[in-house]
């Protein structure tokens, strides 16, 4: 609990990071949202049975996390913690699709695998440039750009209302863990009846926290629309960026890179 | 709204649970006065104040804000003139720095550019930390981030200023920050504390609470030389106005 706990609060480090200075930092939000929609919808529009066509995707958060001074080594920890998700999705394939589809000399590689390996490429392409652009954004710019780009405005406060939930859900189990810690005196577990009031507690005291701080937004003028004093506009430099991501990505989505490049080579060779 | 009157009639409040929490409170609070409602653990102060912005609904009577019912209708009024600091400041700061967390407020009214960073940055000196402003709310001390939740609600210049216990958890020289700035500000002031030499010293009077029912109301001198009064509701002199612990002599200037 603890260490998923600090997890959380490390994804609050992610949101500092978007006071950072940079020229990504400086795009306007709309511009960053569109270009990680894009490249969201080209990862996950291929096949399950496709992964070389994937690696060509990484450029995208190369680039930007060498722009943005974000480190990549906190990133990568942070994906680390997607693993365990990705690996209850996609442990099975292997076990139920055992039709071999690559061979590599005496080795057969099943169809499983490949699915699995392009389910977890996937997965750290998709959700890693989501933790870019958050901590380039910030997630109230994040969800305000969502707003101006055409969603419904409730559905953009719940995004807003749900990530703010998620901190105070992990904060109040912190402090319920910990006092639970200290007074078991070192024993590990106090068995499951204390976990289930625990648990049932911890909601309650969630609730009750997460409408408090909805009161104290209320109490400073929230009216259910975001407001950041970062003043951008839509200027050139969006315009470039939407064009040339957007370009690369779909030229990417569409030729199969890996394929053209080893095509050229058996071509120059013969 | 022109006077900042404050108005409690009848009111009552049971908690879900079936606590009463307040049995029958009323008072009249004028524009510019400075108030100071006490009382042991659990009389009620916290449940009292936070009817006055709508947090809790009364199980029965009213509250008027300045000329105005507190009603659904009337609630986004009321909670930009009525600027609250909770006992809790956690519940209060949920930006992701200090600066945004002041920020908050005054870019909902309306503020942008350099004005909106001068009322931050001057909201956030006024309070003594001006040298927080890039940090993280939930990296700071308990001392620091009450200071940064009264920023946040100065920052909304409010008309009526209720504050829960505004100076447990501070240092002395804090307190005394505090209590100078309280003394300019000169519109309503409401709060409860246990810090009754500030409550001396800051309010002409003194609403005690004691089991949800308002024992006494009247000027705090009188309030606080009433032994047998301050005895039943489980309160004490202040420390200013009790005799000297080392001679025993009362001390000089009361
Ligand atoms: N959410 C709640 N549900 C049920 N009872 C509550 C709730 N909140 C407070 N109470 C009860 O209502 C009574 C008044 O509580 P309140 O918080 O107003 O006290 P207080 O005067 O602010 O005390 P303190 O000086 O300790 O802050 C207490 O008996 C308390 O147990
Ligand atoms: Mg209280």
Redesign the pocket.
């Known amino acids: 609990m603890a260490s998923l706990h600090s997890a959380v609060l490390d994804l609050r480090r992610l949101e500092l990071m978007a006071n950072g200075d940079s020229t990504i930092h400086r795009l306007d939000a709309r511009a960053k949202v569109l270009v990680t929609l894009v490249f969201i919808i080209c990862v996950v529009s291929y096949t399950r049975y496709e992964l070389a066509a994937l690696f060509p995707f990484f450029i995208f958060p190369v680039v930007m996390v060498s722009l943005t001074g974000i480190p990549p080594l906190f990133i990568i920890g942070k994906l680390a913690l997607l693993c365990p998700f990705v690996l209850a999705m996609g442990l099975f394939n292997p076990v139920f699709d055992r039709e071999i589809l690559v061979q590599l000399g005496t080795l057969g590689i099943s169809g499983g695998w490949i699915s699995f390996a392009s389910i977890l490429t996937r997965s750290i392409l998709t959700v890693g440039t989501a933790f870019i652009l958050v901590g380039t954004t910030g997630f109230t710019a994040v969800c305000r750009a969502l707003e101006r780009l055409g969603m419904p405005q409730v559905f953009a406060v719940q995004l807003l209302f749900l990530y703010r939930y998620i901190f105070v859900l992990t904060e109040e189990s912190g402090r319920a863990s910990r006092a639970r810690e200290l007074r078991s005196c070192g024993k590990k577990g106090l068995g499951i009846r204390s976990f289930g009031s625990m648990t049932g507690h911890l909601l309650l005291r969630t609730w009750q926290r997460a409408e408090r701080v909805h009161m104290a937004m209320l109490a400073r003028g929230f009216s259910g629309e975001f407001r950041t004093h970062h003043v951008s506009r839509f200027g050139w430099a969006e315009i470039t960026f939407i064009t040339v991501w957007s370009g690369l990505l779909i030229f990417m989505r569409i030729f199969n890179i890996p394929h053209l490049l080893g095509a050229l080579l058996a071509g120059s060779i013969s | 709204m022109s006077h900042h009157i404050v108005q409690v009639k009848g009111l009552r409040h049971i ?3 079936g ?1 009463i ?1 307040l049995q029958e409170v009323s008072f009249l609070i004028h524009h510019g006065e400075s108030v100071a409602i006490i ?1 042991a ?8 104040l936070q009817h006055l912005n709508g947090y809790l609904t009364p199980t029965a009577g009213d509250i008027n804000i300045g000329d105005f019912p507190l009603t659904r209708a009337t609630l986004p009024d009321i909670r930009r003139t009525v600027g609250m600091v909770f ?1 809790d400041p956690d519940d209060q700061l949920f930006m992701p720095t200090v600066f945004d967390d002041v920020a908050f407020g005054p870019l909902n009214l309306g503020l942008s550019g350099s004005i909106l960073e001068q009322r931050v940055e001057e909201c956030l000196s006024r309070v003594g930390a001006a040298h927080l402003r890039d940090k993280p709310p939930y990296h700071l001390s308990g001392g620091e981030k009450k200071r940064v939740a009264i920023a946040t609600v100065l920052a909304m210049s409010p008309d009526i200023l209720v504050m829960d ?1 505004p100076t447990s958890g501070l240092d002395p020289h804090a307190r005394r920050q505090l209590l100078a700035l309280l003394k300019d500000f000169s519109h309503t002031k409401i709060f ?1 504390s ?1 810090d009754l030499d500030m409550v001396f010293e800051l309010c002409e009077r003194t609403i005690i ?1 004691h089991e949800g029912l308002v024992k006494a109301d009247g000027p705090t001198r009188e309030i606080f030389n009433n032994a047998d009064l301050l005895a039943e509701c489980c309160l004490e002199k202040p420390f200013s106005m009790q005799n000297c612990a080392a001679c025993g002599r009362p001390k000089t200037g009361l």
């Open positions: 908690y879900p649970d606590t929490a009382g653990n659990g009389a009620g102060k916290s449940t009292l006992q216990e409860t246990h609470l």
